[in-house]
């Protein structure tokens, strides 16, 4: 069975960094493109960032590049993103998924997400 | 990377149709054929619906189907079922090798 299991999240105050993580179970991590999705309470679901299986290419949303950094360790199944800077605006629940193969799409497979919170 | 463009809101009643548009430009909706679409229920992880435009995922209902004209997707869901009623996302690859998303539909069964 396929999991997304996302940790890390929680309440920062603006200016602070955070890492937050998602562990992959279930499936050849190291095969699939992995993404970010937030969604911020009452709001729209906004992609984040993704890379591609080999952790060598990464893309990034115009309102958090250059402050979040999307990695992943394939030995550990585990992808993570990296929040510096953070804004009362970037609270929110961030969400992994996992790109399928043979699809052209961002998630096939949902983590649970995980709450940010930005607040002084 | 501005949202795509979605109704707020459709309704319709069991057994009917409804349609939702979901607009973008030429750099992401009308230049690639890489638009999926997201069912999403409150308090639960968004279920994926349409790949690639009109492709549905194995195990989704074929009364869900996606078309494109230009600039704009559609998803349409036909034989309306009280389950369906949830929000719908729109999300479409672009020429900046980013995804953007559409601000989201909620869809009402009457």
């Known amino acids: 069975e396929v999991q997304l299991v996302a940790s890390g999240g929680g309440l920062v105050q603006p200016g602070e960094s955070l890492r937050i993580s998602c562990a992959a179970s279930?499936?050849?991590?190291?095969?699939?493109?992995m993404h970010w999705v937030r969604q911020a309470a009452g709001k729209g679901l906004v992609w984040v960032a993704c890379l591609t299986p080999d952790g060598m290419s990464t893309s990034y949303a115009d309102s958090v590049r250059g402050r979040f950094t999307v990695s992943r360790d394939n030995a550990e199944n585990t992808l993570y993103l990296e929040m510096d800077r953070l804004r009362a605006e970037d609270t929110a629940v961030y969400y992994c998924t996992r790109g399928p193969i043979g699809m052209t799409t961002i998630a096939d497979y949902w983590g649970q997400g995980s709450l940010v919170t930005v607040s002084s | 990377q501005s949202a795509l463009t979605q109704p707020a809101s459709v309704s319709g009643s069991p057994g009917q149709s409804v349609t939702i548009s979901c607009t973008g430009t030429?750099?992401?909706?009308?230049?690639?054929?890489?638009v999926s679409w997201y069912q999403h229920h409150p308090g639960k992880v968004p279920k994926f619906m349409i790949y690639?435009?009109?492709k549905r995922p194995s195990g989704v209902s074929n009364r869900f189907s996606g078309s494109k004209s230009g600039n704009t997707a559609s998803l349409t869901i036909s034989g309306l079922q009280a389950e369906d009623e949830a929000d719908y996302y729109c999300c479409s690859y672009t020429d900046s090798n980013t995804w953007v998303f559409g601000g989201g539909t909620k869809l009402t069964v009457l």
């Open positions: 030429y750099s992401d909706v009308g230049g690639h054929n890489f």
């Open positions: 279930g499936f050849t991590f190291g095969n699939y493109w």
């Open positions: 690639e435009v009109n």
